[in-house]
């Protein structure tokens, strides 16, 4: 006896599910049960939801992190500290930082990382943006709080290099390139770390070597 076929309608939401990050073909399918399942208010509520998100939330054009207005809370903050950006991979990575209450600077979201496996390379990372805060020379210290990962190692170093590139465009103060050390396990990501290991590796951010460091 052949199975009953599924309507084109559920096999269409479960395959936009499952495009989702993490979402494999089973999980897709439960969830697609449970829409079909709750009140249609409920399942509703997270179709306004997203349109919602994508109509108002874009990228702030200083720091390139999701917002409802722009410049961002953070970077129209008149308190921060100006002088100090930390580079991050994800909005994620900004957040976790920014709950650990340690620091007062400014942000810069990459977008992701250096992953040539997934083919994501140096043009996939938004690294002209940085560089132009860098050359407005009111930076003086930029901390890479890259993940202390392969992806993440790959990522700074190619950062660093960017960095200085632009370092030298620009007049006035010199630039000093850190990076985020001890407290942060190796191969862990920084949104799972707590605030107070986040805070560490903070106050414990060691300077990127540069090229010419590399060389001798």
Known sequence: MSLPQQPPSLTHLVESLERLPGIGRRSAERLA???????????????DAIREARARIRACSRCRAPAEADPCP???????????LVVVETPRD??????????????????????????????????DGLAARVRENEVAEVCLATNPDLEGDGTALLVGRELERAALER?????????????????????????????????????VPTQDEDAS
Do not use: K, M, N, W
């Open 33 to 47: 049960a449970h829409l079909l399942r709750v009140p249609e208010a409920r399942a509703l509520e997270l179709a």
């Open 74 to 84: 953070i970077c129209a903050d008149a308190t921060r500290d100006a002088t100090l």
């Open 94 to 127: 900004l957040a976790a930082l920014e709950s650990s209450g340690g620091y007062r600077g400014l942000y810069y979201v990459l977008g992701g990382r250096l992953s040539p496996l997934d083919g994501v390379g140096a043009g996939s990372l938004d690294l």
């Open 171 to 207: 007049s006035g103060r010199p630039l000093r390139i850190t990076r985020l050390a001890r407290g942060l396990p190796s191969g862990g990501q920084i949104e799972y770390q707590s605030a107070a290991v986040i805070a560490e590796a903070f106050e414990e951010r060691r300077a």
